[in-house]
């Protein structure tokens, strides 16, 4: 059973690009949960999402960033007209369920750099 | 909303010594608390998780406990082996799964 699969593990855009990050989540969870991961600082949630429906997007910033969790194919996180402050590690969950707080199995990030 | 602090920063042990971290929160209403290992480029790892139903949980070398009314909860390692060497974070949850996580450890066991 494969775990969290993010892609691109590194990603490098110029300021102003869009940055498309892409996450699967294990087989068998529909719950993904997107956070962001500043240099030497912990995680910080960005969106919680489930198949086809944003449950709780308040971590997100207002403008440039949205995500998505369609019905087939993975999870993706977009920041338009990135800025050098995007510059993080961004991380993808899933669990199997929500309504209970439950087990969540972090992929292993994609970093992404502003330049 | 909840706020999770974690110490110490770093930690320094020797090889089979004992290391204790420990976690305070904020919000009453959180009910889970993972703790994740990440290594140097890695995504976080569960390591060992505890609900607020129970007050400590122990799994080999690792136990984590929890105290619901002054809330806070803590890890601890005994026998550490340079391979725990990572970085630690706490994390609160409730029932959505929307962790808020500390700041971090930074453990060093030394040989």
């Known amino acids: 059973n494969a775990g969290v699969m993010q892609n691109p593990r590194h990603l490098v855009r110029r300021r102003g690009q869009e940055a498309r990050l892409r996450c699967s989540p294990m087989?068998?969870?529909?719950?993904v949960y997107w956070y962001r991961q500043l240099p030497e600082e912990g995680l910080k949630f960005m969106v919680y999402l489930q198949k086809e429906n944003i449950i709780d997007e308040s971590g997100m910033p207002k403008e440039r960033f949205s995500a998505e969790f369609p019905k087939e194919g993975p999870s993706i996180l977009r920041i338009q007209q990135v800025v050098r402050g995007d510059s993080a590690a961004y991380f993808c969950?899933?669990?199997?369920?929500?309504?209970?707080?439950?087990?969540?199995?972090f992929g292993q990030g994609t970093r992404l750099t502003v330049v | 909303g909840e706020n999770v602090e974690q110490h110490p920063s770093t930690l320094s042990v020797q090889e089979g010594d004992s290391a204790v971290i420990k976690c305070t929160y904020s919000d009453s209403a959180s009910n889970y608390f993972p703790w994740y290992k990440q290594e140097l480029g890695k995504g976080p790892q569960l390591i060992i998780d505890?609900?607020?139903?129970?007050g400590e949980k122990k799994d080999q070398r690792i136990a984590v406990t929890l105290n619901k009314t002054a809330k806070h909860f803590s890890l601890h390692i005994t026998e550490t082996q340079p391979e725990d060497s990572a970085v630690y974070f706490c994390?609160?949850?409730?029932?959505?799964?929307?962790?808020?996580f500390g700041s971090g450890t930074k453990l060093n066991v030394k040989p």
């Open positions: 969950a899933s669990s199997p369920s929500g309504g209970v707080a439950t087990e969540a199995f």
């Open positions: 505890i609900r607020s139903n129970v």
């Open positions: 087989k068998g969870h529909s719950h």
């Open positions: 994390a609160a949850g409730d029932n959505f799964n929307k962790f808020y």
